[in-house]
């Protein structure tokens, strides 16, 4: 678990936090971590792990106005911010409100609506309105032009190195199962699991976990070490052997019966044969009539 100190945060600590973020001007919740903010905001998803996330105060992947609010919080103390659009996504971009042609989504046998978001090339947009063989996408960021409100608590901050490498990978890729992590003065060693090897996205995050892991740690050398085994087969074929074996052994057990020698038959007396009977003449269907 990770450890908690007593008192404020201070910048390059890595904390985990509870928040719930509105949009100023109508209140509405658009973020959270917490299970039953989501539920009552109508966008639970239960594939989502809501949980305090964790933060690397200073490594620039949350909002700097947060960060600046998180930094001096009481641990456990419920604290608020408002974050004006300049400071948070930005102001909306015109430029960035396109049309596309309809055979766009088509080829990608998407059906296009307004609210829904897309994929066009390597970004996100979301789909504004459809008519004339042609569809308007903003690729404005959902948040530009929009005041923010979080309200959020500081719940501990990990001290433990290995627990921090737990959490800066679970910030980048979203979770840190199957990872292990052993760290020395003079680097740090990563061993992978099974799913960096078919992630689409692990050879972009792990830049992001070799400059988080160096801060955290203090080393200059981070190694990622892959482990490819056939761990699975030899099991198996451990575990078959036993069986096998014991099948065998049980086999060998029981002494076959020795064949009894058989009574000598009586020589069956043979029965006249029925006399044959002559055939009854065979009964022939009536022909039809020709029509």
């Known amino acids: ?38 539920k009552n905001a109508g966008f639970f ?14 490594s620039g992947k949350m909002f700097e106005a947060l960060e600046n609010a998180i930094v001096g919080a009481d641990i456990g103390k419920p604290k608020e911010v408002k974050i004006p659009f300049a400071d948070a996504a930005g102001a909306r971009d015109p430029k960035l ?52 409100i979080y309200k959020f608590t500081v719940k501990d901050v990990v001290s433990d190195k290995v627990e921090k490498a737990k959490a800066v990978v679970k910030m980048s890729i979203g979770t840190s199962d199957g990872f292990e992590f052993t760290i020395k003065e003079d680097r740090v060693t990563v061993i ?13 995050a792990r830049f992001r976990i070799v400059s988080d892991l160096r801060k955290i740690a203090g080393v200059d050398t981070i190694e990622f070490v892959e482990v490819w085994a056939l761990a699975e087969k030899k099991d198996a074929k451990k575990a078959a052997k036993p069986k096998a074996d014991a099948a065998d052994d049980k086999a060998e057990a029981k002494p076959k019966a020795e064949a009894k020698p058989k009574a000598d038959a009586k020589p069956a007396e043979a029965k006249p044969k029925a006399e044959a009977k002559p055939d009854a003449p065979v009964k022939k269907a009536p022909a039809k009539k020709s029509e």
């Open 192 to 204: 992978l699991p099974e799913l960096t090897k078919f992630d689409q996205n692990w050879p972009i």
């Open 1 to 38: 678990m990770a450890a908690t100190k007593k008192g404020s945060v201070e910048k390059g600590d890595l904390v985990h936090v509870d928040y719930d973020a509105f949009f100023a001007d109508n209140g509405k919740l658009f973020d959270t971590t917490k299970a039953e903010s989501a």
């Open 45 to 58: 998803d239960e594939k989502f792990e809501y949980a305090p996330m964790p933060i690397l105060l200073g």
């Open 97 to 148: 409100i396109e049309l596309h042609p309809m055979r766009e989504f088509h080829r990608q046998e998407i059906d296009p609506h307004p609210g829904l978001e897309v994929q066009l090339g390597n970004r996100r947009g979301t789909i504004m309105s459809v008519g004339a063989g042609r569809v308007r996408v903003d690729f404005n960021n959902p948040l530009a032009g929009k005041d923010l």
